[in-house]
Each structure stands twice: as structure tokens, then as C-alpha cells.
């Protein structure tokens, strides 16, 4: 009877033991997902930014609508451009009485507006630099009178998008630092509970591999099953911001997703049984009289 009590308490102590490293190894998981999933939705948040700044090329009175449209053509095989929109005199007209209730040709006589085409960048090539070389190539066409674009809001969105990927790597990796100490400490007091039985096993002869892989093979599925309640709790997470802001869904596409969530797995794999490996080797390499000063 003795003999059954005393296992059924180290069954109790045991599976507490699993519930709670399973538990702190989540919550790290969870951070550390939350910061990838962050860095992944800045990157999109970025290509969006940049894709949606237009760079207008101004047409001369010269250029009739089809060579407008072939010039449209040319620019989108170019692999500068995400997208092209010819603005006719006629339409840029309509847009002006719309938005200013005046119609200018009533006093000028004649319209005074020129056709244009509105692009949209590549995300690699909405920066300063590129758009030097690109305008330089855009005016080598004799009736392209000029190229403009906000270059202040450019340089600006480009200067506050590069800070903020500093910020959010220098976060993941002092959160990936905090993780790695917090599971560590969590995973070494469960191995401390069996450090005699483990000096027991290498008195007998075992290897140090046969020793070390039930703790890794335990600790693998922690991670596991951490990595998974993480993906969980973060699925939820999303689906909550879709709730409110269904909007999101520009930035956090299925790619997002999958990396965020295969990223939490593999984490949670790796700390655990990296964790579970240093503190084996720890005892292993430990006297008998060691282990009863700590």
C-alpha cells in the first residue's frame, strides 16, 4: 500500500511537472510567435506602403491616347512596375470640376489639362535611388515632359519603416535570450528532481546518449505541445483582430500565417530539447558528492 501511494505521488508530482513546463514554455512561445508574427506584418505592411506611392509620369499635348497606351504597356513589363493608369485630358478634366466644382475651360477657353500616367512601384524599387535611374529613363522619351513623386513622404516612410525593423529585431532577439534562460531554468528543476536516478544509471553502465534521450524525447513532446497551444492562443489573436478590422487581411496573408505558426513548432522543439540536453549534461558530469551540495 505504501509502495502504491509513494507512485502515485511521484505519477501526481510528475504530470504536475510536465503541466507547468508545458505551460511557461507556451507563454514564451506565445512572445516569441508575437514578434515574428510582427517583423512578418511590418515586411508586408512595408511592400504595401511603398506599392501604393504613385509616381506620376506627365504626357506632352503631342502624345495621342494609343501611343499613351502603348507606353502604359512598355512601362508594365518593366521590373520597376507593379501597376499603370492612363489619365486622359478629358478624365483629368472631370476629376478637376468634381473636386473643385469649377469648370476651368469655361474661362480658359479650352482644357487646360495634359494626359498622364499614374504608376505603382515594385517595393524594391520605391526608394530614392531607383527612382533617379527611373525617371532619367522615363524622360528619354521625347514626349514625357516630367516625372514627379513625393519624395519627402518616400524618404519618410522608408527612414520610419527601417527603425522599426531595427526595433522589432532587436526585440526578438532579447526575447529569444529571456526565453532561452526562463524554459532553461524551468527544464533544469525538472531534471534536478532525477539527478540520482540519473547518477544511478551511469553507475550501472549506461552511456551518457542512453541516459540523455528519454529527457530529450520528454522534452520534445513539451515542446510540442507547447508549440501547439501557442499556435492556438495566436490563431485566436488573429481572428480577433479580423473581427474587428477585417482590413488587416492586406498585411497578414496565409504566408504570414504559416511561417508564424511552423516558427512557434520549431522553437518550442528546440529550446525544449536544447534546454533538456545542458541540464542532463550538467548531472552527468557531476560527482556523487555533488549532487547532494546543490
Not at 508575437?34 to 506584418?41: D, G, H, I, K, R
Amino acid at each position: 500500500m505504501a509502495k502504491n501511494k509513494r507512485k502515485k505521488k511521484c505519477r501526481r508530482h510528475g504530470g504536475l511537472q510536465v503541466v507547468t513546463l508545458c505551460i511557461s514554455t507556451s507563454l514564451v512561445l506565445i512572445l516569441l510567435g508575437m514578434v515574428v508574427f510582427s517583423v512578418l506584418t511590418a515586411r508586408n505592411l512595408s511592400s504595401y506602403v511603398k506599392e501604393n506611392l504613385t509616381v506620376t509620369v506627365m504626357l506632352s499635348e503631342e502624345m495621342t491616347q494609343p501611343e499613351a497606351h502603348n507606353l502604359c504597356v512598355k512601362l508594365k513589363r518593366r521590373p520597376y512596375t507593379s501597376q499603370t493608369a492612363y489619365i486622359s485630358p478629358e478624365q483629368a478634366l472631370k476629376e478637376h470640376v468634381k473636386a473643385m466644382g469649377s469648370d476651368p475651360t469655361e474661362f480658359l477657353g479650352g482644357n487646360p489639362f495634359v494626359g498622364s500616367i499614374e504608376m505603382q512601384l515594385n517595393a524594391d524599387y520605391a526608394n530614392s535611388d531607383s527612382l533617379k535611374w527611373i525617371a532619367k529613363e522615363l524622360k528619354s522619351n521625347v514626349k514625357v515632359t516630367d516625372v514627379t513623386y513625393q519624395k519627402d513622404l518616400m524618404d519618410q516612410v522608408n527612414d520610419n519603416l527601417k527603425k522599426v525593423s531595427i526595433v522589432l529585431l532587436a526585440l526578438a532577439a532579447l526575447l529569444t535570450f529571456v526565453s532561452f534562460s526562463l524554459v532553461n531554468n524551468t527544464v533544469r528543476l525538472s531534471v534536478y528532481a532525477r539527478r540520482f536516478s540519473i547518477h544511478t544509471m551511469k553507475l550501472v553502465g549506461a552511456s551518457w546518449g542512453f541516459i540523455r534521450w528519454p529527457f530529450i524525447r520528454r522534452a520534445l513532446l513539451i515542446g510540442l505541445l507547447a508549440g501547439i497551444v501557442a499556435d492556438i492562443v495566436l490563431a485566436g489573436c488573429v481572428y480577433g483582430l479580423y473581427t474587428v478590422e477585417p482590413g488587416i487581411l492586406v498585411v497578414v496573408d496565409w504566408m504570414v500565417m504559416a511561417i508564424t505558426g511552423s516558427s512557434v513548432l520549431l522553437l518550442g522543439l528546440l529550446i525544449t530539447s536544447i534546454c533538456s540536453s545542458f541540464s542532463v549534461n550538467k548531472f552527468l558530469k557531476m560527482k556523487a558528492g555533488d549532487l547532494y551540495k546543490i
